[in-house]
């Protein structure tokens, strides 16, 4: 018989917290959409709540599967996006003709989510997970959990639970430069939860599988069966994506992610700012998709206050992901000079596009994109310069699609290896 699985929700339920999802998002999306709809067993979503943990049915479940892909604008359409209009009016050069929602706080948006979900799908207290049925497997890729032992205290009771954890990195442990010291402690506190209870692992790479290996060994930790596998591309970017003919004339290069130390905004900036200088008008923009982090104060301070970058560099946050697909195709070319990653999803989503990819070399980055990526030092400004140089003209992006022919991994190539794995435990 098929084992039961227990996918955990609390990333996904507090997803109205963000505008738009992010990356890890996007794989716990993806994982809940696999087990709930295709798992040949049963398939229940798990909650921590003010009356305990506790387990919901496969249909519940769904229901806020889909909320959230709602919430996130997941089914959106460009036109419709005003995020979307809003960016393409800026890097067009012009007055905005839409104003930007106001973002109101996470909290906020929580709660008025929480509340249009009961309106809709009404009030259930659900079951303890002590009637959950033997043997099931407790399956956690959104790690909110693994960050609040509470959470997981009913696994000491139910031995015969098999959890099967997924950590992306051990960034914030390795290089605390780049994160809070809040952060660093989640992240210990995560790897605490894993020795403790993981009876496998998931992981994205084989770079992240050595490192979280080590530093699990530093715990003390048993030894834990793991697998490491890349991650697969959204279904949402295997369709054809066709760009905007309106800035088919306009040369554009995008980074994509949260605007924190680590993922190197201030190096593009200069390189930028280099641009503007040379080639004043005819220079390309650079559009930068993700929101800000209180902690990158050179960053915001070059955005708000460089003259020179004011009509080239346009920051925008909230972005579907259907528009984010539209305007990944029109880029020259999706720049990702990240001092440190787990993956790198943005590359792989470039890539099935048909979009260009400049990144620094990095053990995750060549494993994400292999050949089909140009690699360079994340301090190599000169370097980075002259390859944005050479991505700059159409002509250049097209020739790039004729000889570079990716093959993304999809969901039907991946999940088969989690299901194995799975098993095997």
Known sequence: MTACVAFDLARLFIGPMTPTPRGIDRVDLAYARHFFEQWNGDCVGVLPTPWGVRWFNRDRSLRVVSFIEDVWGETTEPQIDPAYHWLKDK???????????KQRSGATRLLRGFAKFLRHH???FGH???????GTVYFNTGQIALTVPLFLKWLASRADIKPVFMLQDVIPIENPEYTSGLTSRAHLQMLASTARHAKGLIVTTQAAAEKIARELARLKGRSIPMLARPLPVSSQFLQPAAPDPDLRD???FVICGPIEPRKNHLLLLNVWRELVARQDQKSPRLVIIGSRWRTNNAVIDMLERCPLLKNFVVEVAGLSTPALIRILAGARALLMPSFAEGFGMPIIEALAVGTPVIASDIDAHREAGGSFVTYLSPIDGLGWLAAIQSHSSDSDRSVWRQNKH??????ADYFPHIE???GSL
């Open 406 to 411: 990716y093959q993304p991994q999809s969901a």
């Open 250 to 252: 306009i040369p554009y």
């Open 122 to 124: 009404g009030f259930t």
């Open 128 to 134: 303890p997970v002590a009637t959950l049925p033997p």
């Open 420 to 422: 194995h794995f799975i």
């Open 91 to 101: 890097v067009l050069g012009r007055e905005p003709s839409i104003a930007l929602p």
